[in-house]
């Protein structure tokens, strides 16, 4: 039974993978394990009917297996190490939430029109706590040696700050911050991340009405 996985298409360019972190986070799971599927890319702003049935609250990622339809990256991903437990990506209990405030503080900083805000100071923050983990640590992953499902999370969510903040802030993670540069680095060229990775002028078209609506 083949795998199917509904992502999201790029803004403005449905035939082209777009720019969702969790689409790609769950994409990058089904490479690592070398599992073979069939990917149906969604145009989220003119999602069609058989999709909607399927998702019912139109979001992305959805994957079939065994027949059924499950939706959210985090339950997805749980499914498919359950199943395909080789080779192992879970994430040792201790290091599952590295870097978990990223995103969410990379997106108030994108967004932000206030430079007093404290929106960039949290931002790095959380990337020095990054800097500190993986310099204490041996790497070049955060959990060691093998990349883990909490890299396979973080990865997108690093390219779209990498990407956004350069475009829209012309800022970018400080040098001062060497381990998380080559920790950066050392993502992007996994062969599963070259593979589903959306092109950078899609993360642009993608955040763009966010950050000016």
């Not at 640590?137 to 969510?157: C, N």
């Amino acid at each position: 039974m083949a795998l199917e996985i509904c992502v999201k298409a790029a803004v403005g360019a449905p035939d082209h993978l777009g720019d969702c972190p969790f689409s790609q986070r769950s994409l990058l799971t089904l490479e690592e394990k070398n599992l073979t599927y069939k990917i149906h890319l969604i145009n989220l702003s003119d999602k069609p009917q058989w999709f909607l049935d399927i998702s019912p609250q139109g979001k992305v990622p959805v994957l079939k297996i065994d027949d059924k339809w499950v939706t959210d990256s985090d339950v997805i991903v749980g499914i498919l190490e359950e199943k395909y437990p080789d080779p192992p990506l879970k994430t040792p209990p201790e290091f599952a939430s590295v870097g978990s405030n990223i995103f969410g503080t990379f997106g108030t900083f994108l967004k932000s029109k206030d430079s007093n805000d404290g929106s960039e100071q949290a931002l790095l923050h959380e990337l020095e706590a990054l800097e500190n983990h993986l310099k204490s640590h041996d790497g070049p992953f955060i959990a060691g040696e093998r990349v883990s499902a909490v890299d396979l999370s973080l990865a997108p969510k690093l390219y779209h700050l990498e990407v956004a903040l350069g475009h829209f802030k012309s800022w970018s993670v400080p040098a001062s911050l060497p381990h998380v540069h080559n920790y950066m680095k050392d993502l992007f060229s996994l062969d599963s991340f070259k593979k589903t990775k959306t092109e950078e002028k899609y993360v642009i078209s993608g955040w763009a009405p966010k950050v000016n609506p």
